[in-house]
């Protein structure tokens, strides 16, 4: 009998290894791979609420609570009353944390392309394209 590893178990690895990429990069920029993903959504969904910000990130609520806690305590977002509700703030970025984010970003994508150096551009452009259909088809079978 052969064995196959899973898919699963290949794409745990893999999410462990660029976690593990990413974590390495943005040292300098003292945040982690989380901190940057969180960041990130802040950035291109600002004004946004945390709640919002955790379905996106597929994240508990909490757990998004630790995020924006930490990113705040480090000055890269803000929090402002929302005008339209009392009870919910929504979560901004701050120049500080525009700033980390574009030095980031121009890191993240040379350690993006290194990682992914022994594929070819159409390798990669596939990869993303089923990458994204396998997430797609997923979080559409959640919302069922």
Known sequence: MTVTARAFF????IE???????????QPE??????YMVLSLVA??????????ARR?????QSMGEFIKT???????????????????????????RKTLVHAESKVDNAEREFFSCL?????ANLRFQLSRVRHAELERLKN
Do not use: F, W
């Open 44 to 53: 291109h969904q600002e004004p946004i609420s945390s709640a919002d910000l």
């Open 57 to 61: 990130a597929n994240m508990t609520a």
């Open 16 to 26: 462990q290894l660029t976690r593990r990429r990413i974590d390495e990069c943005l």
């Open 10 to 13: 290949y794409i745990q690895q």
């Open 71 to 97: 990113l705040e305590t480090k000055g890269l977002v803000e929090r402002r009353a929302c005008p339209k509700s009392r009870r919910t703030n929504l979560i901004l970025s701050t120049p500080a944390g």
């Open 120 to 124: 070819s551009t159409e390798d990669i």
């Open 30 to 35: 003292g945040i982690t791979a989380g901190q």
